[in-house]
């Protein structure tokens, strides 16, 4: 592992309030959750986290949902969570390694919130799998800029919302660029991602918000059981009009859903 990247790489937004982590989605970095992280200010103090092979973060081997959570928890244990339990918040994938946090870590998180996921393998890989093509079919070393990039992925992503999103892991290097996510390893390790670990029978005693879009098949009736097996204090909100990247596609509600659940009353 190299010396000049952290294991974690996170990033403070405000300096009082409750202390909020934020946990992103696969593409995504901590800090697609900066506007969202503003809006609870002042009541909120938030810590954005790139996950490992994401952003900042370090790239690793394989992947591992207990790995990934217990290199989370170490970051928080000895940061802002260091004098007591945080709020935690996980989009998607970010959401699976959130449930591992804190059935494996419980004394680290106070409240939870879910996003778009559910603790069950499944979900449309397909997407994410043409997606993950589409990226490594872009010669970055030949790009003269964000704008070709652009118009490259274009010819296999119609929605220019989507390339915006995935075209933030593009960063220059000098002359060159390169993608921040480390692509090869999170096509081959997409099964891994895409599935929820055994977690030996451990459940999670504090309140869970689990956040689902209505547009989206990612949080479905037949797995509430489960949720509620792992997470007994459940409470199971539907964004209207949002997919499966509810802060993104419907922040308002977003936020004020995050205020209600997480920031106490004045």
Do not use: C
């Amino acid at each position: 592992m190299s010396t000049a990247t952290p294991p974690i790489s996170t990033t403070a937004v405000g300096a009082t309030g409750v202390p909020v982590v934020f946990l992103h989605g696969l593409f995504g970095q901590g800090r697609n959750f900066t506007q969202i992280a503003k809006r609870l200010q002042p009541e909120a103090r938030s810590l954005l986290v790139d996950l490992p092979n994401h952003g900042r973060s370090v790239w690793t081997e394989g992947f591992d949902y207990d790995e990934v959570a217990d290199l989370v928890a170490e970051a928080l244990a000895t940061g802002i969570a260091a004098e007591g339990p945080v709020h935690v918040v996980g989009h998607s994938m970010g959401g699976k390694v959130a449930m591992v946090l804190a059935l494996r870590h419980p004394e680290l998180v106070d409240r939870l919130v879910v996003v778009d996921i559910a603790p069950e393998a499944g979900g449309s890989l397909g997407e994410f799998a043409y997606l993950l093509d589409s990226l490594a079919a872009i010669d970055t070393t030949a790009l003269s800029g964000r704008a070709e990039a652009d118009e490259r992925l274009a010819e296999r992503v119609d929605d220019p919302r989507v390339r915006g999103f995935l075209l933030q892991n593009l960063r220059r290097e000098g002359d060159a660029f390169r993608w921040r996510a480390n692509l090869e390893l999170l096509r081959r390790e997409l099964q891994a991602i895409g599935a929820f670990p055994d977690v030996g029978g451990a459940t999670f005693e504090q309140p869970v918000l689990w956040v689902a879009g209505e547009r989206s098949d990612y949080v479905r009736p037949e797995h509430d059981p489960v949720m509620r097996g792992l997470f007994p204090r459940t409470t199971l909100v539907t964004v209207r009009g949002a997919g499966h990247w509810v802060h993104s596609e419907q922040p308002e509600t977003f936020v004020s859903t995050l205020r209600a659940f997480l920031l106490p009353v004045a």
